[in-house]
C-alpha cells in the first residue's frame, strides 16, 4: 500500500490531536490513534524510512507519545521484515501487530549495546530471562524485539535478538509509567523471568544481533527520533507565532510580536528548527544516495534535533510567559516531551562520543 499522506492527517486531525491532552494528562495509552493509523496502513512494513520520517515528524505536531509509540514500531519492524517470520509481517502489514524494541537493561542502562540478560538452551526451546529498563508501548505491543547475551556465550558484549510475543508466560512490568513527558507512550521496564521462546524465535544468527541492530534498526532509530523533535519544534514555533501575534499590550498598542527581544526569541526558535530539519533532510538524502558520510549523519542527526528541540522549547516557555504554563496551550507538554531525546539510548553524550570517535578513525565501541 502506497505512503497516503491524506490518510496520515485524516488520523492526525481526526484522533491523534483531538485525544493528545487527555493522553498526556491521564497518562493512558494512544490506543485510539494506534489503531487509527494501523488501518490507515501507515504502520506497514512497507514504509519506507522518508516515509515514516514525514509520519513521526507530523504525529509529534499533534502528540509525542502516539509518535514514540509509530517510531519504536518502526524501527523494531525493520528487523522483523528482514530476520523475522512473514505470518508476522503480514499481521503488520494488516494492522494487527504492533512491535517494539526491548534493548536497554537496567544493568548496563543506556549502553544497551552490552546485554546483561541471558538467553540459555532448554529442552523446549531458549530460555530468556531480563530486566528490561524502559520499553516503549510495554504491555500493549504484541511482540517484542529483544536482545540477550548470546547462547554461546553469557559475557557481555556479543549480542543476539528473538522475537518475544507479549503473551509469553513469565514476561511481566513491574512498574507502571508516570513520566516527566510522553506519559503516554506506556515506557516501562519489562521483565523477563524464564520466558520459553522457540529457537526459530531468532532474529539473524546467534552472536550477531549487534551488528543487525546498529546496521539496521539504530538508522531507523535515530532519523525518526530527529524526525520527532523537528515535529516538536515545528509545532512549538507555530504556537509560539500564534501567541505573540494575537496578545497585547494594551497600553502600548502593540502585540508581543511588536516587542524586539520577543522577535529575536521567536527568530532563534526558527533558526534553530529549521537547522535541524535540514540536517534531517540531508541524513535521509545522504543513506538514499548511499553518500559516503552516510553514517556520520546517523551520528549526527538525533543528538543535534534533539539537543535543539530541548533549547526551541525552553524559549518558548520564556516567550509564552504565564500563558506558556497553562496546560491547554500545549506549550509545557511540548517542553516535556522534548526532554526525552536526551536520554533515550544512545543518549546524546554517547552519540557526542560516537561522532568524536567516527571523525577521529576510533572504532565506535
Not at 54 to 71: E, N, Q, W
Not at 123 to 144: E, H, I, P
Not at 260 to 287: F, G, S
Request: with cysteine; net charge negative; charged share 20%.
Amino acid at each position: 500500500m502506497p505512503y497516503d499522506t491524506d490518510a496520515l492527517q485524516r488520523v492526525i486531525d481526526d484522533v491523534v490531536a483531538p485525544g493528545a491532552a487527555e493522553v498526556d494528562r491521564t497518562g493512558k495509552f494512544p490506543s485510539d490513534g494506534v489503531s487509527a493509523l494501523g488501518r490507515a496502513g501507515l504502520l506497514a512494513p512497507d514504509v519506507a524510512l522518508r516515509d515514516a520520517a514525514d509520519a513521526v515528524r507530523r504525529l509529534a505536531g499533534a502528540c509525542g507519545s502516539t509518535a514514540m509509540v509509530a517510531l519504536m514500531h518502526y524501527a523494531a519492524t525493520v528487523m522483523i521484515t528482514n530476520h523475522g517470520p512473514a505470518e508476522v509481517g503480514d499481521a503488520i502489514a494488516r494492522g494487527e501487530h504492533l512491535t517494539t524494541l526491548a534493548f536497554s537493561e537496567a544493568g548496563s542502562r543506556s549502553q544497551f549495546w552490552a546485554p546483561m540478560g541471558t538467553a540459555v538452551a532448554t529442552g523446549d526451546g531458549v530460555r530468556l530471562d531480563a530486566r528490561k529498563s524502559w520499553v516503549t508501548s510495554a504491555g500493549q505491543a504484541d511482540s517484542y524485539v529483544w536482545s540477550s547475551r548470546p547462547l554461546s556465550s553469557s559475557a557481555p558484549g556479543p549480542m543476539t535478538l528473538w522475537l518475544v510475543p507479549s503473551t509469553a508466560v513469565g514476561l511481566s512490568c513491574p512498574a507502571p509509567f508516570d513520566g516527566l513527558g510522553l506519559r503516554g507512550n506506556n515506557s516501562m521496564p519489562v521483565t523477563a523471568e524464564g520466558v520459553v521462546v522457540p529457537r526459530t524465535a531468532i532474529l539473524g544468527d546467534d552472536g550477531a544481533g549487534l551488528d543487525l541492530a546498529l546496521a539496521e534498526a539504530l538508522p531507523w532509530f535515530l532519523v525518526l527520533s530527529a524526525a520527532f523533535s523537528v515535529g516538536l519544534m515545528e509545532a512549538t514555533v507555530a504556537e509560539t507565532g500564534t501567541h505573540i501575534t494575537s496578545t497585547r499590550f494594551e497600553h502600548l498598542g502593540q502585540t508581543l510580536a511588536e516587542q524586539p527581544v520577543v522577535r529575536a526569541d521567536h527568530a532563534r526558535m526558527r533558526i534553530a528548527t529549521d537547522q535541524a530539519a535540514a540536517l534531517l533532510a540531508d541524513t535521509l538524502a545522504a543513506l538514499e544516495s548511499g553518500r559516503e558520510d552516510a553514517m556520520l549523519r546517523v551520528l549526527e542527526v538525533k543528538a543535534a534535533a534533539g539537543e535543539a528541540s530541548i533549547a526551541v522549547t525552553d524559549l518558548a516557555m520564556k516567550v509564552g510567559g504565564g500563558a506558556a504554563f497553562r496546560k491547554e496551550v500545549g506549550t509545557e507538554r511540548r517542553f516535556r516531551d522534548a526532554r526525552a531525546a536526551r536520554v533515550m539510548a544512545p543518549t546524546t553524550d554517547a552519540l557526542l562520543d560516537f561522532v568524536g570517535r567516527a571523525i577521529n578513525g576510533l572504532p565506535l565501541l
